[in-house]
Nanobody
């Protein structure tokens, strides 16, 4: 049974930093591309950062230069270091494989972690 447990969110001031963590269990990890997704209020969930099994990273333009994704295969954990946070970074952050983990074609998601950036 796939479990994705995100943590590390919070209420922070613009310009500060947060580090998110996501622990994966019950699923393959080391061979999968992993990603962090963000769902802002009233918007669709979007992929903001991804890291391949070989460590190649990609970022959405909106976070490039501020966010860093990393992974620790031995711990089946993926991280998102978020620096210079902006108001528009507010949202619920989820991790998942890319393509996402699924069961009978039903996407599986964790509970996410809330990030709220205030001025």
């Amino acid at each position: 049974q796939v479990q994705l447990v995100e943590s590390g969110g919070g209420l922070v001031q613009a310009g500060t930093a947060l580090r998110l963590s996501c622990a994966v269990s019950g699923a393959s990890f080391a061979i999968r591309t992993m990603g962090w997704f963000r769902q802002a209020p009233g918007k669709q969930r979007e992929l903001v950062a991804a890291i391949t099994s070989g460590g190649t990273t990609n970022y959405a333009d909106s976070v490039k230069g501020r966010f860093t994704i990393s992974r620790e295969n031995a711990k089946k954990t993926v991280y998102l270091q978020m620096n210079s946070l902006k108001l528009e970074d507010t949202g619920v952050y989820y991790c998942n494989a890319y393509p996402v983990y699924s069961n009978n074609n039903v996407p599986l998601w964790g509970q996410g972690t809330q990030v709220t950036v205030h001025s």
